[in-house]
């Protein structure tokens, strides 16, 4: 490889300089210079171009484009599975986000064990010595006689062993922690997390490798942080739960090979992490009275729905302005339903504090949490407890209109096999036949769903 030049560019606007600046005298922009490499294209002596897959570039019309099934093999974890759209795709490079301690290596390393009993498989650790690895696949009881450990955090040496091992998979923990020599900013510096990252995607395409990258979420949020990686890796992954809960879930916000919002949920245990293959279960725990200020939602992840208890606490207020709080839930939504439940419904908020969560840690963000989230207020706010067996979803409009929400029938299914007996939705979302054991009340006003309510 020849030897690279040092040259700093603009993250703006693209213009390089041969010196650091404070402001880029091209576009203005200030602390945008970033150390970058200017290197030969790899295949340059050649006289023929190639792109990072070996592929030459040559032009042709879809059609005549041969598509085959992308080759996936499955990882040996059916939630893992599922994020990924289905197992797990040669040559593709996985980014998995999260605050630090979330569970990144633990779940990595369960994985690759049990990779590693089919296929070879490597695990490139900069953060923890081979034996804190070997300690913790010990303590969890994984098969350990085939997962290969290294600990490198040069990219270079990385890559060159990798290319001896041929595995089929690879984890890099962290890439916080990785180098290429090629620049002389420190480790976990937005460039030497972009140039690490760009070599190993060229590495994975070119081998057929399957590269799993951990990425710590850093306080601030973006810099130097996943964020910057997201469009250079073929799939996204953020590992997310409360710090203090056993519940993790690992969610899916870039794919270019399955669907996206898929999301897989874990609990942690003293023996690593434990896939939940039923959350609705789980998240719906809850005490055996019927108490004031909680209702139960069906929620629609990804591609199957799960239950969620959303709990609502309405007291008197003594400021000018009363608080608005949410957990789970978008706080501007709930401004806004709040007004509509005042104009619609007659009933009113504006001296009362409103405090709303999803139990469990989970993020609700679609509409059909509207009149859900509504029901919970009014009965916190009347101190008048729901029936345990009633299921409510459906998006509430500014004129007062109860709208249909995607996957009705699936909800309705969750809510009956978990012995739910009445749902109050959208009339659009009514089936002909419900469920068996479930009484379905469909509306199309919010009127009408507080009448069904109370
Ligand atoms: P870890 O995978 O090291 O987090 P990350 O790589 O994302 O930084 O997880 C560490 C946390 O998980 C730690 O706080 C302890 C907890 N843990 C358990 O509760 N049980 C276990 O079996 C393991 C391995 C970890
Ligand atoms: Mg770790």
Same mark, same amino acid.
């Given at each position: 490889?020849? !030897?690279?030049?040092?040259?700093?560019?603009?993250?703006?606007?693209?213009?390089?300089?041969?010196?650091?600046?404070?402001?880029?005298?091209?576009?203005?922009?200030?602390?945008?210079? +970033?150390?970058?490499?200017?290197?030969?294209?790899?295949?340059?002596?050649?006289?023929? &171009?190639?792109?990072?897959?070996?592929?030459?570039?040559?032009?042709?019309?879809?059609?005549?484009?041969?598509?085959?099934?992308?080759? &996936?093999?499955?990882?040996?974890?059916?939630?893992?599975?599922?994020?990924?759209?289905?197992?797990?795709?040669?040559?593709?490079?996985?980014?998995?986000?999260?605050?630090?301690?979330?569970?990144?290596?633990?779940?990595?390393?369960?994985?690759?064990?049990?990779?590693?009993?089919?296929? $070879?498989?490597?695990?490139?650790?900069?953060?923890?010595?081979?034996?804190?690895?070997?300690?913790?696949?010990?303590?969890?009881?994984?098969?350990?006689?085939?997962? #290969?450990?290294?600990?490198?955090?040069?990219?270079?040496?990385?890559?060159?062993?990798?290319?001896?091992?041929?595995?089929?998979?690879?984890?890099?923990?962290? +890439?916080?922690?990785?180098?290429?020599?090629?620049?002389?900013?420190?480790?976990?510096?937005?460039?030497?997390?972009?140039?690490?990252?760009?070599?190993?995607?060229? /590495?994975?395409?070119?081998?057929?490798?399957?590269?799993?990258?951990?990425?710590?979420?850093?306080?601030?949020?973006?810099?130097?942080?996943?964020?910057?990686?997201?469009?250079?890796?073929?799939?996204?992954?953020?590992?997310?739960?409360?710090?203090?809960?056993?519940?993790?879930?690992?969610?899916?916000?870039?794919?270019?090979?399955?669907?996206?919002?898929?999301?897989?949920?874990?609990?942690?245990?003293?023996?690593?992490? !434990?896939?939940?293959?039923?959350?609705?279960?789980? /998240?719906?725990?809850?005490?055996?009275?019927?108490?004031?200020?909680?209702?139960?939602?069906?929620?629609?992840?990804?591609?199957?729905?799960?239950?969620?208890?959303?709990?609502?606490?309405?007291?008197?207020?003594?400021?000018?302005?009363?608080?608005?709080?949410?957990?789970?839930?978008?706080?501007?939504?709930?401004?806004?339903?709040?007004?509509?439940?005042?104009?619609?419904?007659? +009933?009113?908020?504006?001296?009362?504090?409103?405090?709303?969560?999803?139990?469990?840690?989970? !993020?609700?963000?679609?509409?059909?949490?509207?009149?859900?989230?509504?029901?919970?207020?009014?009965?916190?706010?009347?101190?008048?407890?729901?029936?345990?067996?009633?299921?409510?979803?459906?998006?509430?409009?500014?004129?007062?209109?109860?709208?249909?929400? $995607?996957?009705?029938?699936?909800?309705?299914?969750?809510?009956?096999?978990?012995?739910?007996?009445?749902?109050?939705?959208?009339?659009?979302?009514?089936? !002909?036949?419900?469920? #068996?054991?479930? &009484?379905?009340?469909?509306?199309?006003?919010?009127?009408?769903?507080?009448?069904?309510? /109370?």
């Amino acid at each position: 490889m020849a !030897k690279a030049k040092r040259l700093y560019g603009c993250t703006e606007c693209g213009a390089t300089f041969p010196k650091w600046a404070g402001q880029c005298s091209e576009c203005g922009a200030w602390n945008t210079l +970033i150390e970058t490499r200017l290197e030969s294209h790899p295949t340059s002596s050649s006289s023929r &171009r190639t792109g990072w897959t070996g592929e030459q570039s040559n032009i042709r019309t879809l059609a005549e484009v041969s598509v085959e099934e992308v080759p &996936r093999f499955s990882t040996a974890c059916g939630e893992l599975d599922r994020v990924l759209g289905g197992g797990l795709v040669d040559g593709s490079v996985v980014l998995i986000g999260g605050d630090p301690g979330i569970g990144k290596s633990t779940i990595l390393l369960q994985t690759l064990c049990n990779i590693a009993q089919r296929f $070879p498989a490597l695990y490139v650790t900069g953060e923890e010595s081979q034996q804190q690895v070997a300690l913790r696949a010990r303590r969890l009881e994984l098969p350990q006689d085939r997962l #290969k450990v290294m600990t490198e955090t040069c990219i270079e040496a990385i890559i060159a062993t990798a290319r001896q091992e041929q595995p089929r998979v690879m984890v890099i923990d962290s +890439i916080q922690t990785i180098y290429t020599e090629q620049l002389q900013s420190a480790p976990g510096g937005v460039a030497q997390v972009r140039e690490s990252t760009a070599l190993l995607v060229r /590495f994975a395409k070119q081998t057929g490798t399957a590269v799993f990258l951990v990425g710590h979420v850093t306080k601030e949020g973006s810099l130097a942080g996943p964020r910057v990686l997201e469009h250079m890796v073929d799939t996204v992954l953020y590992f997310e739960g409360e710090p203090d809960g056993r519940l993790r879930m690992l969610r899916a916000v870039k794919n270019r090979f399955g669907a996206i919002n898929e999301l897989g949920v874990f609990g942690m245990t003293d023996r690593g992490l !434990k896939e939940v293959s039923n959350p609705s279960a789980i /998240f719906l725990t809850r005490a055996s009275e019927a108490v004031p200020g909680s209702v139960v939602m069906a929620t629609w992840e990804g591609s199957r729905p799960m239950l969620v208890e959303v709990q609502a606490l309405v007291d008197s207020s003594h400021m000018a302005n009363p608080r608005r709080v949410t957990l789970g839930l978008d706080q501007n939504r709930l401004a806004m339903l709040l007004a509509v439940l005042h104009r619609h419904g007659g +009933i009113p908020t504006y001296d009362q504090d409103v405090f709303l969560n999803v139990v469990g840690g989970v !993020k609700v963000l679609e509409t059909a949490a509207d009149l859900a989230l509504m029901a919970a207020v009014i009965s916190s706010l009347r101190n008048r407890a729901l029936p345990h067996d009633l299921l409510v979803f459906g998006e509430v409009g500014l004129s007062g209109e109860v709208r249909p929400v $995607p996957s009705g029938q699936e909800r309705l299914k969750e809510a009956a096999k978990h012995g739910f007996k009445r749902a109050i939705i959208p009339k659009t979302n009514a089936p !002909k036949e419900a469920p #068996k054991g479930l &009484r379905v009340v469909a509306v199309t006003r919010l009127e009408q769903a507080l009448e069904a309510l /109370f």
